[in-house]
């Protein structure tokens, strides 16, 4: 495979073993523990035949030293934003490279580059480059789900900085979790990997991301219907993550209320609808120029054979309703594919039943629907539902939990986004 990254000069080249190579990088250091890891990094990069030039943050000495770095890299290393004052040094080194990495990224120049701070020569140098930035977050769990941290992320990744990890692994201490550093023959990987003009942007510009979201109705009468409790919360925070990292973005909402909706960025679509039949029209619709179809609407699995024109009467005797089922939409969907390499989700809301728990049910039907993934989450009255904090296992049409998400629905629509932006491009891949 031979993918090109625009460049300032020329392109950045990959080859077939996701090199980048003949560029001007510059690798800014800031002070993790994994510090020491960049140096693996810069001798991969230099290797590989690129002129890299580190700029380390204070912090970053101290974890590893100046020698260190200009060995490796073969230049002088400086970390002071005075020295060589006579070649402006503060703008120079960004207005010349082809791609900035800052590897690992603290919690602190994150939030330092998510709002313009240049008080060191890597800041600086970072609000002067006109090329790629791609940054590879480190810290400690509690820091990484920090709502400041998450939200310094999700301004970086809306000017289109690359957002590299982090991984689930060991951490400094003896604890594990969130927030360890990408390994650098990764971090490789993903830059080479980058097709064209993706590295410019956030990660799901250029692609369609098409969500449905609340509870269908089925009428009875004029004024009655057979509904379910579902918000549409999750799916409007869906659609916010997906328009946030710059995909298209188009919600088919089955009676949300008007506030949520209203919370939405002004560039997610807004399809209305109210019963399964007009939700499954508009999704076999709009899936024909999706790239992730996501279906998170509760759709009610039954509707009535015949809704009365006239209100139903009080009366003394019983009434009966006949129900006839409605379609499969996520399993039309998942079978059908409307568009190649498409990435089809689907959600299950599962209360256990007959002896087996609700992930249980969630597994067996993860492998009936054909979908790429499932998430399945516990509902109960007191659960799921609404503004409450939610628990999603993502599970592949195996039924094999591939990850899962928990917290504020927002925190969970958020990292469900991210997991299915870098999922995509292997889907992208599939025969
Ligand atoms: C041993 C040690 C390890 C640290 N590891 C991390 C880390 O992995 N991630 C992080 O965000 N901060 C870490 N810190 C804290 C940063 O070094 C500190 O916030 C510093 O101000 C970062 O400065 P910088 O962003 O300019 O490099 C660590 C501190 C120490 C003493």
Redesign the pocket.
Known sequence: MTGTVSGKDSPLIMDNVHTVTGKRIILGV?????AYKAAVLLRRLTEAGNRVTVIP????LR?VGKATWEALSGNSVSADVFDGADRVNHVRLGQEADLCLVV?A????IA?MAHGIAD?LLLTTLLSVSCPVAVAP???TQ?WNNPATRHNIDLLRGRGTVILGPVSGRL?GRDSGPGRMMEPEEIIRRISALPDGKIHGADLRGKTVLISGGGTREPIDPVRFIGNRSSGRMAAELARSAALRGGKTILVSANTEAEILRSLPGSVRNVPVQTAAELAREMQKYAACADIVIMAAAVCDYRTQCAGDAKIKRGKDPITLTLVPNPDILLDLAENRRREKQLVVGFAAETGSAGKDFLQLGREKARRKKADFLAVNLVGEEQGFGPVKTELFLLDREGREKTRFSGEKSTVARDMMEFLAENLYPAENRP
């Open positions: 800031s002070g993790g523990i994994a943050t204070d912090a970053a974890m690992p603290t919690a602190d120049t330092k060191n480190a810290m400690h820091m400094t």
